[in-house]
């Protein structure tokens, strides 16, 4: 996709309308680690970290993408991702037991656990919490792309593209509710974000080469999201940016 324009330039340099459709799966694993208020310490040492629970999460996403040519390379794009399903569970961590975790001691989580999917059935062996299967459409994208070179164009050099999505939070924001859990199965975090990015291109023959830089940041943090500052000398509440680059090589059978 690096490679293709979406132009109202003439026949083969680029499609005036397009359409693709993604689909991801994706695996998130994460160390819980609580400060142990009242450990010994010499006064003057932050406190103790301990490693209670292993996170693990799941994804099923498709992602419906169109693009629509307005000039000489030049396309605005609209997708919506949906999920397909989402869950997520918490084990204890290697040594750690339910009667010596504060997660259990402060109760956070009952002594036996909690399955979302059946809450009259505590979960068994190490596994503590299990979510619900959540689903739904998390947000709406909307962009805006430009390449000032364009292969298609000029065989001498390689296709650069730049752009920039906007992600509005439209779905359902992601909730817990201990009583009754399959009513909360929303799969927003509530953030408004904005994605900057921008890929180089170069096809030789039968070997196709990309490269993608892409930046993304918060703009608007809505009040239902769960990114907000809980008080009591918090820290890093706050919704991260990202970075993230990725590349690749393509090759061609048959032309």
């Known amino acids: 996709p690096a490679g293709d324009v979406t132009s109202t330039s003439p026949a083969g340099t680029g499609a005036a309308v397009r359409f693709e459709a993604d689909y991801e799966y994706d695996v998130d694993t994460a160390d819980i680690g609580r400060e142990q208020a009242g450990a010994a310490t010499d006064g003057l040492s932050a406190l103790p970290v301990r490693h209670e629970l292993d996170y693990h999460q799941s994804r ?69 919490f299990h979510s619900v299967t959540r689903s739904g459409v998390p947000e709406l994208r909307l962009g805006a792309g430009f390449a000032p070179m364009n292969q298609a164009r000029d065989d001498t050099r390689p296709t650069w593209k730049v752009g920039a999505d906007l992600h ?54 809505r009040s239902t999201s769960p990114y907000q500052d809980p008080g009591f000398g918090a820290t890093h509440a706050a919704p991260s940016q990202t970075a993230a680059v990725r590349f690749g090589m393509e090759a061609y059978l048959i032309d």
């Open 60 to 128: 099923h996403q498709v992602t419906p993408r169109a693009e629509l040519g307005v000039y000489r390379d030049l396309w605005v794009s609209f997708a919506a991702p949906i999920v397909l399903a989402q869950s997520s569970e918490l084990d204890l961590a290697s040594g750690v037991d339910r009667t010596g975790a504060s997660t259990f001691l402060d109760g956070i989580l009952p002594a036996i656990g909690f399955d979302a999917r059946n809450p009259t059935s505590p979960p068994g062996g190490n596994l503590v």
């Open 168 to 221: 509005l939070a439209i779905g359902r924001v992601m909730r817990f509710d201990a009583v009754d859990p399959g009513r909360e199965t929303g799969v927003s975090t509530g953030l408004d974000e904005l994605r900057l990015w921008t890929s180089i291109d170069r096809r030789l023959r039968y070997f196709e080469g990309w490269f993608e830089a892409s930046y993304q940041l918060p703009i608007n943090i």
